[in-house]
């Protein structure tokens, strides 16, 4: 059968949301203009906040690979470039 599937940028960012908020450290997604989860061309920048005491390269670096695995699992797709982008720290006192 002829034909392509397509999957919409919602859907991606949807998955990359998810698998972000899996990692231990990650507080929550972001919102706000330009912020949250976005999906452009084969790159996806998540806008997180990390709890307090996390290290945040290496956070950074489970988000990656926790992403890329978790889109190439779901959508056949791995992403050429997975931007976190941490902009809070939650429970700093």
């Known amino acids: ?45 998540l806008h997180l906040a990390v709890e307090w005491g996390s290290s945040i390269p290496e956070l950074g670096s489970e988000v990656q690979r926790q992403v890329g695995d978790y889109l190439a699992c779901m959508t056949a797709v791995r992403p050429a470039v997975v931007n976190v982008v941490v902009e809070a720290v939650d429970g700093a006192s």
């Open 1 to 45: 059968m002829d034909g392509q599937s397509l999957i919409s940028p919602e859907v991606i960012a949807r998955y990359a949301r998810d698998a972000a908020l899996e990692v231990p450290g990650v507080a929550r997604v972001v919102e706000g203009v330009r912020k949250g989860v976005r999906v452009e061309a084969e790159a996806v920048e």
